[in-house]
């Protein structure tokens, strides 16, 4: 890849799913997995998806990432459609798969290394490992470090390249609750800082309220958008806070989950 076409990285843009639906097929037999999903999320906002598990979520990050292709509908990041992957558009897991043989530095480097512009970039691989909080971890390996080290390695790896958008599938689910608390929290202050586009697949309900302008909560498989909430906290997000709360139990209702104890009465 040119160094040219990573000058298309920056902030965030918008980007457009239109009429998508998607299909794999499993020994020959089609399995429907998105149907019909139009949404758009606007340049610099961060909108979260919840949905049951196996619904099509994580395939709607990687549509969106460029690694497969939709069977119908298309994809748009600004006013590009999207055809496959990109610097601009990074996809972070909830595995932080760091080259177990590289240093934290040398996994940050990844991008700008495979990009030949490793030269040009020393100075913001350093700030993008300041950003997470792992200054003076540069010459760690993986194996020294702890998971929720890990994850803030594999978030700086996506910070370095500047992506426009940042696409991210249950980054903290491996996490113990303290560890995820944190790392929301500065997830949330580098988005406030840099305003990429962020989507983020996530089952934690609060976690979703806390980082997002918007939640969209999926159905079932095939998975269509039944609802979205918007989150307007602006930068109050107390996670104790009344406001959180509520919104909590409305989208803990539309996932069918909020009245569990109720149900289980009943039954
Ligand atoms: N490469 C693939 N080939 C065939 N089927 C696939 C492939 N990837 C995913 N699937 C199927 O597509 C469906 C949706 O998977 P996906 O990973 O998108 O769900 P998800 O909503 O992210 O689930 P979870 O919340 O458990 O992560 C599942 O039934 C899965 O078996
Ligand atoms: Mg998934």
Redesign the pocket.
């Known amino acids: 890849m040119t160094a040219g076409a990573h000058t298309e990285t920056g902030r965030g843009v918008a980007v457009d799913v239109q009429s998508v639906s998607h299909a794999?097929s499993?020994e020959g037999a089609p399995?429907p997995?998105l149907d019909n999903i139009s949404l758009r999320v606007e340049p610099g906002e961060f909108v979260s998806c919840l949905?049951p598990?196996?619904?099509?979520?994580?395939?709607l990050l990687r549509l969106l990432a460029g690694l497969e292709t939709p069977s119908r509908g298309s994809l748009l990041s600004g006013s590009a459609r999207i055809t496959g992957p990109h610097p601009s558009r990074i996809l972070a897991f909830q595995d932080a798969t760091l080259f177990p043989w590289a240093t934290v530095w040398q996994n940050v480097a990844a991008g700008p290394t495979a990009r030949n512009e490793l030269r040009g970039s020393r100075q913001r691989i350093d700030e993008a490992i300041a950003q997470v909080g792992l200054s003076g971890f540069e010459r760690a390996y993986p194996h020294q470090l702890s998971g929720g080290m890990a994850q803030r390695a594999a978030l700086a790896r996506a910070l370095v390249n500047d992506p426009s958008v940042l696409l991210l599938d249950?980054p903290f689910g491996k996490l113990d609750s303290f560890t995820r608390m944190a790392l929301q929290d500065d997830l949330r202050a580098l988005w406030e800082e840099k305003r990429f586009t962020g989507i983020l697949?996530t089952?934690d309900v609060e976690e979703a309220i806390l980082l997002s302008e918007r939640v969209l909560v999926f159905s079932d498989?095939p998975?269509r958008l039944l609802r979205e909430f918007r989150i307007d906290l602006g930068n109050d997000r107390e996670r104790t806070s009344r406001k959180v709360v509520k919104l909590r139990g409305e989208i803990l209702s539309a996932l069918n989950l909020g009245h569990r104890g109720k149900k289980r009465e009943a039954a």
């Open positions: 794999y499993i399995l997995v949905g598990s196996g619904c099509g979520k994580s395939t249950e697949v089952h498989r998975a």
